[in-house]
């Protein structure tokens, strides 16, 4: 299984919010988006998820019960890992598998599946043994798990599109991806549909 870099692929500037204030969800998932795709370079996008993933590990210590939490700094973490690359990262996306896992054991239908979409990922792009965990066949079983949870999500249906044109197959992944680009807009997360929305646009064209 060839390297490839970790991009989960799920205000203002990250880094404005004080240390000492506990970040609510919707904060945590709004400020991933400016992190993911407003941050000018990659070293602003490392210093963004470096505070974030501090932020949503304090919001964790105030609420560790809180699965959706769980996910997200299971999220934050994998982007983390993607900006950094490399086999630096595998440190990063071995303690998101672990964040996913938890939820998945606990409280599997936890923002809609999203646990399981985001292990998928997960799978399919860390490498493989010996290096890594990654591994196809448990990346399809997650992502069609997330899939099932979530049939018109635009991350469930984006990601599982990705999966297979990685896979070779550019007739389905094109189908999925326009499902996910049909997908309804989420009011509280503008941001983060119109950067998915790009993304899919452009893997569109790659077809």
Known sequence: MKMKLLFITLAAVCCSVQAATTLSLHQIQHQWAICQYQQPSKKDREKCFDTLVNENAQALKAHPQDEQL???????????????????????????????????????????GSAYTSLGVLYYQVPGWPIGFGSDKKAKKMLKKGLAMNPNGIDSNYFYADFLRDQGDKKAAKQYFEKALAAPKRPSRPLADAGRRKEILAKLKEL
């Open 70 to 112: 769980h996910v997200w700094m299971g999220i934050n973490l994998s982007s983390q890992a993607g900006v950094k690359g490399g086999l630096g990262a595998l440190s990063l996306v071995k303690k998101a598998k672990a964040q996913f896992e938890q939820v998945i054991k606990k409280a599997p239908n936890t923002l809609e």
